[in-house]
């Protein structure tokens, strides 16, 4: 069964400096990896993929994430957070078809002032 | 337009009443989902519909009943339900394709149940 491990549960880092979140995987076969984000009370937002291809994805507001294979890794990066980007943020996976995904357990930005 | 849409944003009901979530989108997308959160956790896998047929159901119990009269359209009815059912309960929507396919979230309904 696939699994997303989200190491940090927690991550407070000072507006305008940069951060990483990180995530991990488990497969055996091709996967597919997203990062979505949750503003408090609202529902998830995609803010970027990885299907194929280029390691480095770039994604909405800023983030990035890169895709390691031999370490099984799909971290999240900013290169300088707002408070605006205070928030729960999620990795998934999803291996073949489109019906299921695997959430990590996330992981809340706390952006300092 | 790529919102997926949730009535009602907030529901409180009691254990013995009956009430139902509605979902909608217009994307075109042919499969819908609803997923159960709690609070600090990450979203449930309840129910996938695809092409308007129940694909799959992650063992919920029947007090939860998925219904999806059409290909925008989907609800979940609620009988009987007890205090730990209260959560946020999401729908999303996806394209019906092998690979990696975007699920697109509606912003949530709270449930209370008291």
């Known amino acids: 069964a696939q699994s997303v491990t989200q190491l940090d549960s927690q991550v407070p880092v000072f507006e305008e400096a940069p951060v990483e979140l990180r995530c991990n995987y488990s497969s055996s076969v091709s996967v597919y990896l997203f990062w979505y984000v949750q503003y408090p009370n609202q529902g998830l937002q995609l803010l970027l993929k990885?299907?194929?291809?280029?390691?480095l994805v770039k994604g909405i507001n800023g983030f990035e994430a890169e895709f390691n294979k031999s370490q099984t890794s799909f971290h999240l990066r900013k290169p300088s957070v707002h408070i605006s980007d205070t928030a729960e943020y999620f990795c998934a996976a999803a291996r073949g078809g489109y019906q299921k995904v695997t959430f990590g357990t996330g992981t809340k930005l706390q952006v300092i002032p | 337009d790529t919102e997926v849409t949730q009535t009602p944003k907030h529901l409180v009901m009691g254990m013995t009443n009956k009430k139902s979530l509605k979902c909608e989108q217009h994307?075109?997308?042919?499969?819908m989902y609803w997923y159960k959160q709690k609070a600090k956790k990450p979203p449930e896998l309840m129910f996938v519909y695809s092409y308007e047929k129940l694909s799959i159901n992650e063992s919920v119990p029947s007090r939860f009943s998925p219904e999806c009269p059409n290909s925008s359209l989907l609800n979940l009815h609620l009988h009987a339900l007890q205090p730990e059912d209260s959560a946020l309960y999401l729908c999303a929507s996806s394209q019906v394709r092998e690979g990696g396919v975007e699920q697109f979230f509606g912003p949530g309904t709270r449930l209370t149940v008291l």
């Open positions: 994307m075109g997308h042919r499969a």
């Open positions: 990885y299907l194929s291809g280029s390691t």
